[in-house]
């Protein structure tokens, strides 16, 4: 039984990788996958030597960890979600509002909407990115369908807000779940190592929705499972004259991303790389999936 946990934590272990040369990742000590004992390791790259520590909360894998307040510009769209009141406000009124405006059916109804997706692919790693304050990695980790729940977001705040609410629940294990900070478009997995990534009312965030579907791509195994949600605005506000111009500074300005079809989301997978797209729309709401081709 000891020889087996050994072999899966030594998979684990190979898992995450140095997010500048993508190359494997030393531990300082053997690692016990879980809540609070993961951000306690220094971490090593074993071909740049760039080293990667934790903190209270989390593991930081970003190109900048270990700097102080050196990330570069971000856009608008990324800012936000980095201030203390929106994380703190996020599950505590903000998400809910995607159910009024969007038609978003609310986080237990969308993880029964992507069971089916899921379902090849259970047992795995599972990678929820942007995750906010944890909602979903949160359901993951206690589904119990996961070897691996990882917890993703830029946010230091917003996974302050993840760890915070998982140490508030009563029956939800903390082992195999971590909070990693990473950028979505350098992702510090090894290539073909992550089973699914599931990014729920994420990818109209992202400053650049493709690299962060490419990146997503390179991780997943072949046969792994994209699964995300995001809204589209189509129907009559799709003949506003000029859209795609407002679009565009909408987009510039912001960082965020508007979709005005379904084909939008098909062709984003497909130039990444990922087929069989599917979807189900509910109003402006919409959840897609893709796979990476075996």
Request: aromatic share 10%; charged share 20%.
């Amino acid at each position: 039984m000891q020889r087996t946990n050994s072999n899966e934590n030594e998979a684990k272990k190979q898992v995450l990788a140095c997010p500048i040369c993508y190359d494997m990742l030393i531990w300082d000590h053997d690692p016990v996958f879980s809540v609070d004992s993961t951000p306690r390791f220094i971490l090593e790259c074993s071909t740049c030597k760039k080293a990667y520590s934790g903190n209270e909360t989390h593991l930081d894998l970003t190109l900048t960890s270990g700097t102080k307040k050196n990330d570069g510009y971000m856009p608008a769209s990324s800012e936000v979600f980095r201030l203390p009141l929106v994380s703190f406000l996020y599950e505590r009124g903000w998400r809910q509002g995607f159910t009024l405006w969007a038609g978003f059916p609310g986080p237990e109804k969308e993880f029964e909407m992507m069971k089916d997706y899921l379902n090849p692919v259970t047992g795995g790693r599972i990678i929820d990115a942007s995750c906010a304050s944890g909602i979903f990695s949160r359901i993951f980790a206690k589904s119990e369908l996961f070897s691996l729940v990882v917890a993703l977001d830029f946010s230091e705040t917003m996974l302050k807000q993840c760890y915070d609410f998982i140490k508030q629940e009563q029956n939800i294990s903390q082992e195999n779940l971590i909070l990693v900070r990473a950028d979505i478009a350098r992702l510090p997995f090894a290539s073909s190592s992550i089973d699914v990534v599931h990014a729920g009312a994420a990818l109209h965030c992202w400053p650049s929705p493709s690299a962060g579907v490419a990146e997503i791509s390179r991780i997943l195994r072949p046969g792994g499972v994209f699964v995300a949600t995001t809204y589209i605005i189509d129907g009559p506000l799709s003949f506003i004259p000029f859209l795609s111009l407002i679009r565009k500074n909408f987009r510039r300005i912001s960082g965020s991303n508007m979709y005005l079809s379904k084909h939008e989301l098909e062709d984003l997978c497909a130039t990444c790389g990922l087929v069989d797209y599917t979807y189900v729309r509910n109003g402006r709401f919409i959840m897609i999936a893709a796979r990476k081709p075996n």
